[in-house]
C-alpha cells in the first residue's frame, strides 16, 4: 500500500453534509464521513455537541472516520494521529499540521454543515514562572524537530538553536526506507518542513553541526568547529546511530547502512546500476529495505542470525509470516548464518557459502548516542535516564528520543524504544518540560511496519511474554496478537485490524491511568 503524503481531496463520499442530515441519524459518540462540495467532511457528535473537521488526517492521508473517537477528539487509523475535534489541533505526533474546522448548525431536527471556518494558529503563553531565554536542542531528528515545532505552538519568543550533525534539515526517516526508498514516494515528501520554516519560525538550524561536550556548570555545549553555544535549557535528542559491520571488506564503498537521506541517496544510486543486493539483518529497517529493493526489481538476499525474522519482537508466528511473505515476493532468505567477510563484491558467510553482490546494506541494529551525556556526567543506563518529565540526571538538562530511558508507568519499569512516534512525541513533551510546564510523559508506545502492501501495527512494550493469544488468522491478513505476562496485556500487534489496534491503545492508556 503506497499511503498519501498529502491531503489532497477525492472523489466525495457520503451524505451531502451541506444539505443536512436528521441528527438522530448520528448517534452519540459516532462519527461519519460526508461532503461539502468536493471537499470530504468528517462529521461527529458527542452528546448534544456536532463537530465536523477535515476528514484526512494531515500525517499520510489516513480517513479519519474509520478511526476512534475519544471524548472530542479523533485518533487516525493508520499511524494512530490525533486531532481535536474542537479546534482541529493536532493534538499527537505523528501529525504536526492540525485539520481545518467546520461550522455545524442545528435546526428543525437536522445538522448542517455550512463552511470552512477561518482558523489562526493556536498559541498559548506558558504560565511557568521562569521561561528560559534560549533554548538549544542537540540532534535533528524526530525529536529535535517535534520539540523546537511544539516550543514555537506554544509562543514561546526566545532563542531556538537545532545542532544537527547530519546534513539534510529533518526528515521523514520512517519513509527512508518504505516509500522513498521502493521508488513510490517522491523526494519533496521526505522533509519534514521546507527549508523556508527555520528561517520563518527563527529556528537557527545549524547543520554538520557535531557536538563534543556539553559544560554543565557554564550552560554550554562546545562544537567541533571550534565555536559554543551558551543555553538557558538543553535537549538532547541524539537519537541513534547504525551498529558499523567490524568484518573484512565492510568498508567498502558499495556497503551501506541506512539512517540518513544521503544513506537513502546513495543506495537508490546502487540500483540504477546494480541488479543484485544482499541485506545483512532481518529487523524491521532490513526487511523493509528488502521490500523496497525488491518494488525496484532489484534480486535480494537477506542473511541474519535468527531462525525466524523477528521472532524476538513479534513470536515465531508472525516471523514465519513474514518470511513467507517475502519469500512470495523473491527475497531470499539464508537465516541462522552470518557475514563473515566481503571481497570483491561477494559475502562469503559462516556457513561457507558465497554470495554475489553488487551492494551490500547492513541492517545490524542501533545504539544510542549517549557518549555525550555520559562524558559531561549524565546518568546513563543503555539511555540516558530521565524522569516522568523526561528531565535528566542534571536539572535545566532533558532527553528525549532514541536516548531516552524513562519510567513506564504501564510495565513499571524503566523502557528505552527506538520507535519514530515516540520520539516524536517525547519531543512534544519535552518542549513542555523544557518551558516549565511539569507534563508528564505517559503515551503508550507505538510503530508501524511496512512490508510490500502488509502493514503491521504495534502498541505498548513487550520486552517478554508467557502467552501469546491469536485473534483472526495471520495468513489471511486479518489479525490481531495479544502479548501477556502474568495474565497482563502488555502489547497488541495487528494486520488490518486498524480499529481494534486503536482501541488496545486506548485500553493500555486507561489501565496505565489507574
Given at each position: ?237 541524539t537519537g541513534a546511530e547504525p551498529v ?254 486498524d480499529l481494534e489496534n486503536l482501541k ?11
Amino acid at each position: 500500500m503506497v499511503e498519501p503524503m498529502s491531503t489532497s481531496q477525492s472523489t466525495p463520499v457520503g451524505p451531502d453534509l451541506a444539505a443536512g442530515i436528521p441528527a438522530d441519524h448520528l448517534r452519540d459518540g459516532s462519527m461519519l464521513a460526508g461532503h461539502v462540495g468536493d471537499q470530504t467532511v468528517l462529521l461527529a457528535r458527542q452528546g448534544a455537541e456536532f463537530f465536523a473537521i477535515d476528514a484526512t488526517c494531515t500525517h499520510y492521508g489516513g480517513p479519519l472516520a474509520e478511526g476512534l473517537m475519544v471524548g472530542d477528539t479523533v485518533r487516525c487509523p493508520w499511524h494512530h494521529a490525533c486531532f481535536s475535534l474542537r479546534t482541529g489541533e493536532a493534538l499527537r505526533a505523528p501529525a504536526l499540521n492540525s485539520v481545518a474546522c467546520w461550522s455545524v448548525e442545528q435546526r428543525e431536527g437536522k445538522v448542517f454543515v455550512a463552511e470552512k471556518k477561518t482558523t489562526q494558529p493556536i498559541r498559548r503563553r506558558t504560565g511557568a514562572p521562569s521561561v528560559p531565554q534560549k533554548i538549544v536542542i542537540v540532534g535533528g531528528g524526530a525529536a529535535g524537530f517535534a520539540a523546537a515545532k511544539k516550543l514555537r505552538d506554544e509562543d514561546y519568543q526566545g532563542s531556538i538553536v537545532m545542532l544537527s550533525s547530519d546534513a539534510a534539515a529533518p526528515v521523514d526517516r520512517p519513509n527512508l526506507s518504505k516509500d522513498y526508498l521502493a521508488g513510490t514516494a517522491p523526494e519533496e515528501w521526505v522533509p519534514l518542513r521546507p527549508d523556508t520554516f527555520y528561517a520563518e519560525n527563527e529556528i537557527k538550524l545549524r547543520l554538520k553541526a557535531n557536538v563534543t561536550a556539553i559544560d554543565v556548570r557554564s550552560s554550554e555545549v562546545a562544537l567541533a568547529d571550534g565555536t559554543t553555544e551558551p543555553y538557558d535549557r538543553l535537549l538532547l535528542a541524539t537519537g541513534a546511530e547504525p551498529v558499523q559491520l567490524s568484518i573484512p571488506g565492510a568498508d567498502q564503498p558499495y556497503v551501506h547502512t541506512l539512517r540518513s537521506l544521503d544513506d537513502c541517496r546513495a543506495i537508490i544510486a546502487e540500483t540504477k546500476s546494480g541488479r543484485r543486493a544482499v541485506v545483512l539483518g532481518a529487523s524491521f529497517i532490513g526487511l523493509e529495505v528488502a521490500a523496497s529493493l525488491r518494488a525496484r526489481h532489484i534480486e535480494v538476499h537477506v542473511v541474519a542470525p535468527e531462525a525466524r525474522p523477528m521472532q524476538r519482537i513479534l513470536g515465531p508466528q508472525i516471523g514465519d509470516f513474514i518470511r513467507s511473505l517475502h519469500e512470495e515476493n523473491g527475497v531470499v532468505f539464508h537465516l541462522e548464518d552470518a557475514a563473515v567477510a566481503i571481497e570483491e563484491k561477494r559475502v562469503k558467510l559462516k556457513s561457507g557459502a558465497e554470495i554475489d553482490a553488487d551492494f551490500v546494506v547492513a541492517g545490524i541494529g542501533v545504539r544510542p548516542r549517549t557518549a555525550l551525556a555520559q562524558n559531561a556526567g549524565l546518568a546513563t543506563d543503555n539511555g540516558v535516564l530521565v524522569n516522568e518529565y523526561l528531565e535528566t540526571s542534571v536539572p535545566g538538562i532533558f532527553a528525549a528520543g532514541d536516548i531516552a530511558r524513562w519510567p513506564d508507568r504501564h510495565t513499571g519499569s524503566n523502557i528505552r524504544v527506538e520507535h519514530w512516534v515516540v520520539a516524536e512525541r517525547q519531543g512534544q513533551t519535552a518542549a513542555l518540560n523544557v518551558l516549565g510546564q511539569r507534563a508528564k510523559f505517559g503515551a503508550v508506545p507505538f510503530f508501524w511496519s511496512q512490508h510490500y502492501d502488509v502493514p503491521i501495527n504495534y502498541v505498548g512494550h513487550a520486552e517478554r511474554w508467557d502467552e501469546l493469544i491469536i485473534d483472526g488468522e495471520i495468513s489471511k491478513r486479518n489479525c490481531l496478537l495479544r502479548y501477556k505476562y502474568e495474565g497482563r496485556v502488555l502489547a497488541v500487534a495487528s494486520i488490518y485490524r486498524d480499529l481494534e489496534n486503536l482501541k488496545a491503545e486506548h485500553e493500555l492508556e486507561v489501565r496505565t491511568a489507574v
